[in-house]
């Protein structure tokens, strides 16, 4: 009886994380993740030579950090010439991943490489954690098949014979192509409930009578001059409404792992979010805008796909799923 009920419990498990799905979905979120990560918020390097030349010793090393430095001595990476030769091995394992070179690997060398930099920035007294979610998917990409499609890797495999003939057997589908997107879901919905109720404990109801909004984002939208958020900040009922959505939207976030129809919903709502609170107060949650964006599209794919195939099937044939070609035939 009870071996029967570790089956149930690890076929639903297996159920949930690892679905027959196309890997294509995948492939473009390795490009969107990389791409964004390349291109829009990877550190700049004159960041990390400033703190090299200021500061002889970390202020607050991070547990990265600590652990390089326990094993290699300081002079070794962390002094401006030899940084930025890391620094820039870093952009070169980026690009192998974005095209698809030695996918895996290049995703795996990239994904450290990332989570070095950030932990570079973080152990000079100055902590954040935009970044942290981000990472971690990143570093997901390389333990799935994010260079089966769409990549340089899978232009190779399609000239080789053998490759051809695996192609034939498995037509572009994993049972492992869904998880990092799963793990981002996780996360993201760990974070938003963390934050939601870290408010409720520290201010209780009061967080939501306004003032404290209001409060917040003045001081945030004077000292970053943006004036739309200055604006808000003398609308009382506008900062009360807005509160009352900040606390529901980031506590009841975990509804999306229990409800699968209103995730969609969920994750939309997350892009308008942040882009709110970029506009209002600066507060620039790229890779979480990113992440949800990924999500709404490719997590639940099918609200979308089915209106595509319904107005414009015969157009997009190609994106159609194999197993869906197949079983058309």
């Known amino acids: 009886m009870s071996t029967g009920w570790w089956d149930r419990l690890l076929a639903r498990w297996n159920a949930y994380w690892f679905p027959q799905t196309t890997t294509k979905h995948l492939a473009i979120c390795r490009i969107i993740a990389v791409g964004a990560q390349l291109f829009w918020f990877f550190p700049r390097l004159d960041e990390h030579l400033n703190l090299l030349a200021k500061n002889s010793t970390f202020i607050q090393p991070q547990l990265l950090i600590r652990a390089i430095t326990a094993i290699l001595p300081r002079e070794l990476l962390f002094t401006p010439s030899a940084f930025s030769i890391f620094y820039w091995l870093t952009v070169v394992f980026g690009i192998a991943a974005l095209v698809g070179l030695f996918t895996r690997t290049a995703l795996f060398l990239f994904a450290v490489g990332v989570w070095i930099l950030i932990a570079h920035l973080y152990s000079y007294g100055d902590r954040h954690h935009n970044e942290a979610i981000f990472a971690f998917f990143l570093m997901s990409l390389a333990f799935a098949p994010s260079g089966k499609e769409l990549s340089v890797d899978a232009l190779l495999r399609r000239r080789n014979p053998a490759g051809a003939k695996d192609r034939a057997e498995s037509p572009g589908m994993s049972d492992l192509a869904m998880w990092p997107l799963k793990f981002a879901h996780v996360l993201l919905a760990m974070t938003y409930f963390s934050t939601g109720v870290s408010k409720l404990i520290a201010g209780g109801p009061r967080w939501m009578n306004g003032y404290t909004l209001q409060g917040y984002t003045f001081a945030d939208a004077l000292n970053r001059d943006i004036p ?102």
């Open 228 to 329: 739309l958020g200055m604006w808000l900040a003398q609308h009382h009922t506008a900062a009360i409404l807005l509160s009352v959505f900040t606390i529901l939207f980031e506590t009841f976030f975990f509804l999306s792992l229990l409800v699968p129809w209103a995730a969609p919903l969920f994750f939309l709502t997350g892009i308008f979010f942040h882009i709110g609170l970029y506009v209002t107060a600066g507060h620039d949650f790229y890779q979480h805008m990113v992440l949800n964006f990924m999500l709404l599209l490719f997590l639940t794919p099918e609200w979308w796909r089915a209106w595509l195939n319904r107005h414009l099937g015969r157009y997009l044939s190609w994106w159609r799923r194999p197993a869906e070609v197949a079983q058309a035939a």
